[in-house]
């Protein structure tokens, strides 16, 4: 069973351009995080998605930022127009049900 | 406001040494507390998982305790090894489903031979 998979694992661009992070949860979890890093900072929660369903989006800011986990395929977390202050890692977690989160390696995003 | 603070920020310690790490928290209600062990450049992976009514949990070389009433835990190391340096980060979940988790900054451990 292959852990939690995300791409790209470094992703570079420039301002104003779009970011695509993917995540694909391990198999038999339907439950989904999205954390965002910054450097020198504890991770920060972004979203929580189930299948087809955004269950907390708080901490996702409301501009530029989307997340969906569709009926098939991975996770994606946008940001479109991206700014200098995007540059960060994110970090896609997945669980069974309300357990123990099983964390992807990340996608180092660098805005230039 | 929910907070996890951690001491120390960093912490070098040689080999086979012995270590502490602490952690602080003010999130209510309070649901459990994980200690994740985060190597550079990868995500985290959980070590240990207590809810409030554990006060210690082991996993090898890793003990964990908790204190709900101080709201204190700790990440004991024992016999540490090279391969031990990495962050440990203290994580505190609220009592609501399906929420969010609280991250501690990490203690940076570096194990020197």
């Known amino acids: 069973n292959a852990g939690v998979m995300q791409n790209p694992r470094h992703l570079v661009r420039r301002r104003g351009q779009e970011a695509r992070l993917r995540c694909s949860p391990m198999?038999?979890?339907?439950?989904v995080y999205w954390y965002r890093q910054l450097p020198e900072e504890g991770l920060k929660f972004m979203v929580y998605l189930q299948k087809e369903n955004i269950i907390d989006e708080s901490g996702m800011p409301k501009e530029r930022f989307s997340a969906e986990f569709p009926k098939e395929g991975p996770s994606i977390l946008r940001i479109q127009q991206v700014v200098r202050g995007d540059s960060a890692a994110y970090f896609c977690a997945s669980s069974p049900f309300l357990e123990t989160q099983y964390f992807g390696p990340g996608t180092r995003l660098l805005v230039l | 406001k929910n907070q996890v603070e951690q001491s120390p920020q960093s912490l070098i310690i040689l080999e086979g040494k012995n270590c502490t790490l602490q952690?602080?928290?003010?999130?209510?209600?309070?649901?459990?507390l994980r200690w994740y062990k985060q190597d550079t450049g990868r995500g985290p992976v959980s070590l240990t998982i207590m809810t409030f009514s554990e006060n210690t949990k082991s996993n090898g070389r890793y003990t964990a305790t908790l204190d709900a009433d101080t709201k204190q835990s700790s990440l004991h190391i024992t016999a540490s090894q090279l391969s031990d340096s990495a962050s440990y980060i203290c994580v505190v979940s609220a009592e609501q489903a399906g929420t969010a988790l609280i991250f501690g900054k990490g203690t940076t451990l570096s194990v020197s031979s």
């Open positions: 952690c602080n928290y003010t999130v209510s209600p309070f649901s459990n």
């Open positions: 198999k038999g979890h339907s439950h």
